[in-house]
């Protein structure tokens, strides 16, 4: 007995069954099975501090679709899921909290708040799982994984350790990124880089000689306390004369030297530029070459230091209004401009970052890069689109050393422990309880933590068990595909693939999809600032269901494209899962007397529509193969929308009707293809939509428990017609031509009218075949096959359709009269409007003194009134034409 389903399809309700059902049967689960291919996905770890927000679903989205297709297609499918400690994001959280109590972490100390961190996490951090869920993500939760668990974090200690022994991990001063406010350092790709309006000062060092000055040009004047240098290009031949030379840096009085360096840029500013070493990478670079000291003037408070003199313990930016005040009042001002650079912000709170000279650890990145350049280069990995494959080699060629240590008290602790009796400095794997070199046991471990992404670079192996050598890594690794957006290829990627390369000996993925940004409507990123613009998942979910989230946001995927979401979108996309849910009702009430099994197709027993409809579903099934395979996700959900919406719900269920009101072998056979039809459409629309296609699935004729492990659709090659399809194709052209006469003369929707078509013999036998199909359709009381043109009515509406005229006779559509003064009314409408505006553009002063906007807009007012202007005066024509 077939179960009907609810007349209103309610989302919640479905969702949170099916999910619970798919959860309690263990589907999304997979062990190691040697005799079955693999394909694994590790999902990008979100922070545990982390909220579901529409990238996350965008993401999360793309790879359930992924993983749902493989596991129908019968792959060993296994998608690891887990979460990021987020070492600065946590720690704020837990400090935030503590400051309610009116606690900071040193009162606490390092040990208790850990202590109150792990209880935040296990009471808070599950929150974006929980929201994953709601999604539809089909994870094997079995093997949720956890950046800080016990497993990841002894990945991360065998890892530092092996690369500190091969000489790969050092410390060592250098210029590193501090942010004032998270008190720690930031690698170089955690600083964001904002296009700022600001200020250029230019200043006048006066030459040592007394004979003149230098002009320099800087955005900081307040680091001008710690210059001790300044350089100019080698070939600028407006300084080369002074090089060697040195200058009296004022307000300090200190002399510094005038140095040429290729680093000078000779169209910025005047060409000169200030050196400090202790607070710009170039600037550190430059002191490098040219042994200048170093005189750190402020520090990781913000605040300018004791080397800063008179203005020691002032904030930076107050210290910067001072010093151009006295620069002004010393006459060594020379003046000032507006410009547009880039300003380093702190990734988490936006804080200007400080660059600063600091003792810390570093990955030597060059080693590591060369064989991730490699593999990139060889093919080895490939980069979808393969535009990305260069902006992930330009940054690996020219890759930093990374800083990896972390002035924070959440995260994996540096595993290197200091003598304080020898001196000795060593890393161990287990806490050691005596120094190897003098046997004592004053020990103490260095305090900081290491870079969050470094536990999450070793994700892909890290999560199956490595150090180990076990039958997961053997059996699925490498993964499938990383599926990521583009502003985390350096964050993330890079280093996966020199951590896979350098200790698993293989790349840790064969495949990068790079999907875009999902923005506001306006094409802007959405903002924490600009709260309007957000748009919250979760309120979507809760109103329209997960599957049009889902499918929203897939249809609007082009790869590396950003999207724009506007929610517009996604109401037509909640009426595409009623239409759905309504055509899945009208096929399930025609099944009353369909055995519960499905039968057989009799293909000698198929109409056109049948066939029709059975070869296009072939067309759909051979594009999602194509489709899919080459990560088209988006491409092919607009493929599955215009045959649902269109071809299956408007086309086939309509001309389905007429035969369903029949008994014996034709109702018998259209119940069998709409079963068939609509059964492997939810089979196809499942990666997309989970939840709907599932409760359709399980209503109809099926085997099996549930839809997402049931067998993946293939083409039935006997059922591709071209000949259906062709024939067919004739058949919806005339009826559209048809339904658009009847709304250019306004005939009624339910009023039937006649149709007279001219044409060959071979056309003639298909509409003569299939008068059931345009009389419905295209509402005909009658209809004429001729191949005479004799047959021509003498006052009729035409078209002509791929060889065919059509001709609707007007006496069978209007009142002659009514219609010709309709027409005559409106055509004085017309021509007063047209006056108007031909008066209007005739005007010399609108045209040259309006908006050219405006005036572009009346001129296509005009021509678009023209061209209605000319069809009216057509039809009246027809009508007034004698018989």
Known sequence: MNRLLPKAYDPKTVEEKWYRFWLEHNCFHAEVDPDRKPYAIVIPPPNVTGRLHLGHALNNTLQDILVRYHRMKGDNTMWIPGTDHAGIATQVRVEEELAKEGLNRHQLGREKFLERVWQWKEEYGGTIIRQLKKLGSSCDWQRERFTMDEKCSQAVREVFIRLYEKGLIYRGSYLINWCPQCATTLSDIEVEHEELTGRLWHLRYPLSSGDGYIQVATTRPETMLGDTAVAVHPEDERYRHLVGKTVILPIVNREIPIIADEMVDPEFGTGAVKVTPAHDINDFEVGLRHNLEQITVIGFDAKMTKAAGKYAGMDRDECRKQILAELEAGGYLAGEETITHAVGTCYRCDTVIEPLISKQWFVKMKPLAAPAIKAVQDGKIRFVPERFTKIYLNWMENIRDWCISRQLWWGHRIPIWYCQDCGAEFAAREEPQTCPKCGHSHLEQDPDVLDTWFSSALWPFSTMGWPEETAELKHFYPTAVLVTARDIIFFWVAR?????????????????????????????????????????????????????????????????????????KIDGIRNFSNKIWNAARFVLMNLEDYPAEEEELNLSALSLADRYILSRLQRVIAAAETMLNRYDLGGFANV????????????????????????????????????????????????????????????????????????????????????????????????????????????????????????????????????????????????????????????????????????????????????????????????????????????????????????????????????????????????????
């Open 496 to 568: 996966m693939i020199f951590m896979g390369l350098e200790f698993m000996g293989e790349k840790p993925f064969h495949e990068v999809l790079i999907h875009g940004l999902v923005l506001d409507k306006d094409g802007k990123k959405m903002s924490k600032s600009r709260p309007e613009t957000n748009v919250d998942p979760l309120d979507v979910i809760e109103k329209y269901g997960a599957d049009t989230l889902r499918f929203t946001l897939a249809t609007g995927t082009t790869l590396g494209q950003d999207q724009r979401f506007q929610m517009e």
């Open 640 to 883: 599955l929308y215009d045959f649902i919406w269109s071809e299956f719900c408007d086309w086939y269920i309509e001309m389905a009707k007429p035969a369903l009101r029949l008994e014996g072998e034709v109702r018998r056979t259209t119940q069998t293809v709409l079963v068939t039809v609509l059964r492997q459409t939810m089979a196809l629309l499942h990666p997309y939509m989970p939840f709907i296609t599932e409760e359709i699935w399980q209503a109809l004729p099926h085997q099996g428990e549930t839809l997402m492990l049931a067998p993946w659709p293939a083409v039935d090659e006997r059922l591709l017609d071209e000949q259906a399809e062709a024939e067919m194709s004739l058949i919806m052209n005339l009826t559209r031509a048809i339904r658009n006469i009847r709304a250019e003369v306004g005939v009624e929707p339910g009023r039937k009218v006649e149709a007279i078509f001219l044409t060959d013999a071979a056309k003639q036998a298909v509409l003569n075949a299939n008068r059931l199909y345009l009389e419905t359709l295209a509402g005909l009381s009658k209809m004429e096959v001729h191949d005479s043109a004799s047959a021509k009515p003498a006052k009729a509406m035409t078209a002509v359709v791929e060889g065919v005229e059509v001709f609707l006779p007007l006496a069978g559509m209007v009142d002659f009269e009514l219609e010709l003064k309709r027409l005559q009314k409106e055509l004085s409408t017309l021509e007063e409007e047209r006056k108007r505006l031909t008066a209007k553009l005739a005007n010399e002063q609108f045209v040259s003194k309006a908006p050219p906007a405006v005036v572009e807009k009346e001129r296509k007012k005009l021509a678009a009134l023209e061209i209605d202007y000319e069809k009216i005066q057509n039809r009246l024509a027809e009508l007034s034409r004698e018989d």
